[in-house]
């Protein structure tokens, strides 16, 4: 079909669109994962000098940080990539970054090696994945919506975030027979290099994959027609900087899997908390509360085709938020089965209001010309800040603090609710077509309308 009704030209493409971004994503996030699971069970040991543990922890947790710090620079850059070559090009671009960086990671000597160096390197090859991460999420939520049909770009989209929890298991589940099965000094020495090292098969399958999608029939159209801007960043600050500034906002809820998998983890296993969850034990609690996000997320996707974008994100930001004290206090009380069940409660359901729906509710709010670059901008902004929390928690309760779970989950839900009242101001724009998105005065379809058409395009996906 022509993409001036809003629908793309044909339903094989949607399912490849969403099937390259949703491994894309796997791929991409399993290498930006295994270096948050390392930071948290390995590094302090490895890169950091050994006379201060609690020293080595907060510095450790400050490299995971690095990463974020690096995500708006890499946005401003790969955005506006995305929305001059096309939403194709970036994502293969960040592929290659990422799949380099993580790799020479798995090559680098410790602090007992090489002293200060070994800190030093690893921070910039932080650097270098958290620039190549930047791109991802909003290259590829661009291209499903713009490939899905109309009414379903909620369910297409949910698919992004799909990827990045299935990244996140594969991330723990190659530590975990590591960890189970190899013992402490080898698994300290060598084998955790072995997740980082495999990061060569992302380079060549994600190219393989990527290359075999087509670009998306709003940005071709914009390219035959030669309004493809040359300057997207000014017009993005220009015309769409509140809808920025709320996507920023929103995407402080990146606050939840810190608490959970980085500040949750450090507080489990370092030996200076005296928790003492054993680190293969530990795993199992992202592996498992991702288990279930992967099977919620198109659920949720789906939902907010139905009843718009706006009140999951709010009950999953609050809820997610309230949960985070209950989940913590697991920890404290040294309760293994109540840990992993808060933790598949908070992050592995109730989060998912949030997560599922963000990589359709975030590109709806821009228009094409400058869609890659607004949202890229703004979700690495919020993501940077979060990611100064894991260093920012060891440091208002570190080893031996009392009222650990209070003081951090007083911090997680204040930032939730940050994020609930930036999507509550945020307009609904799921029954707006997408040739009028970024729109202040399009009008939406109406309901009735609206979903005939969903039901139709469910239809012919069955049938398909």
């Known amino acids: 079909m022509s993409s001036s009704t809003g629908v793309p030209h044909d339903s094989g493409q949607t399912k490849k669109a969403t099937a390259s971004g949703w491994i894309g994503s796997v791929l991409e996030y399993y290498d930006f994962f295994i270096y948050a699971t390392a930071a948290s069970l390995i590094f302090p040991q490895l890169f950091f000098p050994s006379t201060d543990p609690q020293m080595a922890i907060i510095a450790s947790l400050a490299t995971y940080g690095v990463g974020y710090v690096a995500r708006p620079i890499g946005a401003f850059f790969l955005g506006h990539w995305g929305d001059t070559h096309g939403r194709k090009q970036v994502l293969i671009l960040c592929m290659f970054l990422m799949g380099f960086s993580t790799l020479a990671v798995g090559l680098l000597p410790t602090y007992a090696q090489v002293g200060l160096w070994a800190p030093a390197l690893l921070v910039v090859l932080r650097l270098m994945q958290g620039f190549a991460v930047a791109g991802e999420i909003s290259g590829a939520s661009s291209m499903i919506m713009e490939h899905a049909p109309f009414g379903r770009r909620g369910y297409y989209a949910s698919y992004t975030l799909q990827g990045v929890q299935a990244g996140q298991i594969l991330a723990a589940a190659i530590f975990l027979p590591l960890a189970y099965f190899l013992p402490n000094e080898a698994f300290n020495s060598w084998g955790w290099r072995i997740p980082f090292l495999l990061s060569f098969v992302v380079i060549i399958v994600g190219f393989y994959i990527r290359k075999e999608v ?222 009028d998105l970024g729109n202040p005065n399009a009008m939406p379809v109406e309901e009735s309308a609206y979903l005939a058409q969903r039901q139709q395009a469910i239809d012919s996906a069955k049938a398909a």
């Not at 390219?223 to 929103?250: H, K, N, Y």
């Open 214 to 435: 087509e670009e998306t029939p709003i940005f071709a159209e914009e390219q035959a027609q030669g309004v493809v801007p040359r300057a997207p960043i000014v017009q993005a600050f220009t015309e769409c900087w509140r809808d920025m500034l709320r996507v920023s906002c929103m995407a402080l809820m990146n606050v939840i899997p810190v608490v959970t998998t980085i500040f949750g983890a450090a507080y489990a296993v370092q030996a200076g908390y005296g928790i003492g969850f054993d680190k293969s034990v530990y795993l199992w609690i992202p592996v498992i509360g991702n288990c279930v996000a992967v099977v919620v997320i198109p659920m949720v996707g789906n939902l907010s085709d139905r009843i718009g974008r706006r009140l999951p994100v709010v009950v999953g930001a609050l809820g997610a938020g309230l949960l985070s004290f209950g989940y913590l206090y697991a920890i404290s009380v040294k309760n293994v089965p109540l840990a992993v069940g808060m933790s598949i409660l908070m992050w592995g359901v109730v989060y998912q209001g949030y997560n599922a729906v963000f990589p359709s509710f975030f590109p709806e709010m821009f228009p094409a010309r400058t869609r890659v670059t607004a949202m890229a901008i703004s979700q690495n902004v919020g993501t940077m800040i979060t990611a100064l929390l894991p260093a920012l928690f060891a440091t208002v309760a570190p080893p031996g603090s009392a009222n650990i779970p209070l003081t951090v989950g007083s911090i997680a839900l204040a930032i939730t609710a940050i994020a609930a009242t930036a999507a509550w101001t945020a307009r609904e724009n799921s029954r707006i077509r997408l040739q």
